[in-house]
């Protein structure tokens, strides 16, 4: 539309020296709103009518450039602010490829954990601190207790937890507990100090707190019970 109006406002202007003036135009065109005169039209107007209309194409065409200056200084402003987030984006990346990098090695670590075995068949020469030492275990032989709790069902009834034998199909547990089944002889203390409770006999406390409907009596609890681990 400035283009147009530019190319309208120097006919115009070279019509109307040429034409002089005449009777007028019957009409009055009004750019502001996109009404102009065609060329017969302007050919009629007289003198003033020309020059009013000459006025107003000149003073559209200044809005319209006010408009093109704006929009030039926007779209500066608009250019910088995109050159600053890409230059914030050039400066994240590094960190972006560190995460890329955490979470593939977090998604391996979860993979190789979810194929570690859940049960374990004994085999000759076997006992519980040496298959807690074993890598697709728990990679460390004190932790042998676990595996001993986990299957005193099978192994119940031996003065020595070491005493296995051989297809004896034992128990790995893998998670970490919300629930623990009481056995003969232990108190809240010894629950809480087991490393896959708490490892920390001090915080008993924790287990009784979360059970308080089933035990009047932290220092009395049954067999058999089994008490909200929270986590």
């Known amino acids: ?3 147009r109006l530019i190319v309208a406002a120097v006919l115009l202007a070279a019509i109307g020296l040429m034409s002089g003036c005449g009777g007028g135009c019957p009409r009055t065109a009004d750019p ?14 007289n003198k003033e009518q020309r020059e009013f209309y000459c006025g107003q194409l000149l003073d559209e065409y200044g809005l319209n450039q006010d408009c093109v200056d704006a ?10 602010a995109v050159s600053d987030l890409q230059g914030e984006l050039d400066g994240m990346e590094p960190r972006l490829m560190s995460l890329r990098s955490e979470v593939a090695g977090l998604e ?23 298959i807690s030492g ?3 275990v728990y990679a460390d032989p004190l932790k042998w207790k676990r595996i001993w709790r986990a299957n005193k069902g099978v192994i119940d009834g031996f003065n020595d937890p070491n005493l296995i034998y051989p ?9 970490w507990p919300y629930s623990y089944t009481v056995k003969p002889g232990e108190t809240l203390w010894r629950i809480a100090s087991y490393w896959e409770i708490y490892g920390d006999g001090r915080m008993w406390t924790r287990i009784f707190e979360a ?10 609890i049954q067999p058999g019970q089994v008490l909200t681990i929270p986590r």
């Open 1 to 3: 539309m400035l283009n």
């Open 32 to 45: 502001a709103s996109g009404d102009f005169y065609t060329e017969e039209e302007y050919q009629k107007c």
């Open 71 to 80: 929009a030039k200084a926007d779209l500066s402003k608009e250019q910088k």
């Open 108 to 130: 391996s670590e979860i993979a190789y954990f979810e194929g570690l075995p859940r049960m374990y068949t004994v085999e000759k020469g076997d006992f519980l601190y040496k």
């Open 134 to 136: 074993m890598e697709e």
């Open 167 to 175: 297809d004896w199909e034992l128990v790995i547990p893998r998670d």
């Open 211 to 220: 059970n308080t409907g089933s035990i009047s009596n932290p220092d009395v």
